[in-house]
């Protein structure tokens, strides 16, 4: 059974940091892309950012380039998001996927919010 468990959202003020985690199971996470997704109140889900199985590339969306991080350790099967110098429209639920071929799975999301 796939499963795969994001940790680490929670309030934080603007210009702070957070470190996502997606601990995975259920799956060969070495063989997966793994992604970073965020939806916002009545917004779409867009994609932050995503990194290749051996972590060799990684990709950002613009509005994250710079301050956002992703990074994987497939000993432990988990990716993670640092996220740095965070604005409040960074505001959202944060889900991380894995993607192989026509696969692709979803976490259940974690909150971050950034606000005074």
């Known amino acids: 059974q796939v499963q795969l468990v994001e940790s680490g959202g929670g309030l934080v003020q603007p210009g702070g940091s957070l470190r996502l985690s997606c601990a995975a199971s259920?799956?060969?996470?070495?063989?997966?892309?793994m992604s970073w997704y965020r939806q916002a109140p009545g917004k779409e889900r867009e994609l932050v950012a995503g990194?290749?199985?051996?972590?060799?590339?990684?990709m950002y969306a613009d509005a994250v380039r710079g301050r956002f991080t992703i990074s994987r350790d497939n000993s432990k099967n988990t990716v993670y998001l640092q996220m740095n110098s965070l604005k409040p429209e960074d505001t959202s639920v944060y889900y991380c996927?894995?993607?192989?071929?026509?696969?692709?799975?979803w976490g259940q999301g974690t909150q971050v919010t950034v606000s005074s």
């Open positions: 990194i290749t199985t051996t972590g060799g590339t990684r």
């Open positions: 259920g799956f060969t996470f070495g063989n997966y892309f």
């Open positions: 996927t894995a993607e192989r071929g026509k696969e692709k799975y």
